[in-house]
């Protein structure tokens, strides 16, 4: 308010716009990483959040489905933010590759185990084409689950649409 000079004060007015649009896609980015709503409401509501706000300029129907409720109870924060970075990444998949409708998410628990199944209606692919050395989503999904002492298993088919299954010990 203290200075006169309109060009100035025009340049400063500038700075702070970029700075505040830096600060908001900064916590934009942390929040996807690690949502506080993990913490706080658990994987189900993160996973629920975060296809809503990558889906909404999209018409792809997201279906989630479980048998339990997932909470820090049932699952360690190690295991509910892998699983969390495995649908992130797949997610990021379908949107670039699948051309899919439907995205379907299954979370559940049998015995000791946790098992996430994410299925899309897309175009699929031949898995053993995939060249993991220049494409590395699948690689990211396969280390991701081992991180978390989980199995990783994918089928898909050209024509066929996809399916990922983590498999966790919990």
């Not at 220049?134 to 990211?140: D, N, S, T």
């Amino acid at each position: 308010s203290k200075i006169n000079d309109p060009s100035l004060k025009e340049i400063i007015d500038e700075q702070i716009e970029i700075s505040n649009c830096v600060i908001k896609t900064s916590k934009t980015l942390f929040n996807s990483l690690h949502p506080s709503m993990l913490d706080e409401l658990g994987l189900e509501a993160a996973i629920k959040w975060y296809a809503k706000t990558k889906l909404k300029l999209t018409d792809i129907k997201l279906r989630f489905r479980t048998n339990i409720i997932i909470d820090s109870a049932t699952t360690s924060k190690e295991i509910s933010l892998g699983l969390f970075r495995i649908f992130q990444e797949a997610l990021t998949n379908i949107l670039q590759h699948a051309k899919a409708t439907i995205i379907s998410v299954e979370l559940n628990k049998s015995n000791d185990n946790l098992l996430m199944q994410i299925k899309d209606n897309g175009f699929g692919f031949d898995v053993g084409k995939v060249d993991t050395l220049h494409h590395h989503g699948i690689l990211g999904l396969r280390e991701r689950s081992l991180a978390i002492g989980g199995e990783f298993t994918i089928d898909s088919a050209v024509g066929k649409g996809t399916t990922l299954k983590i498999k966790v010990l919990i």
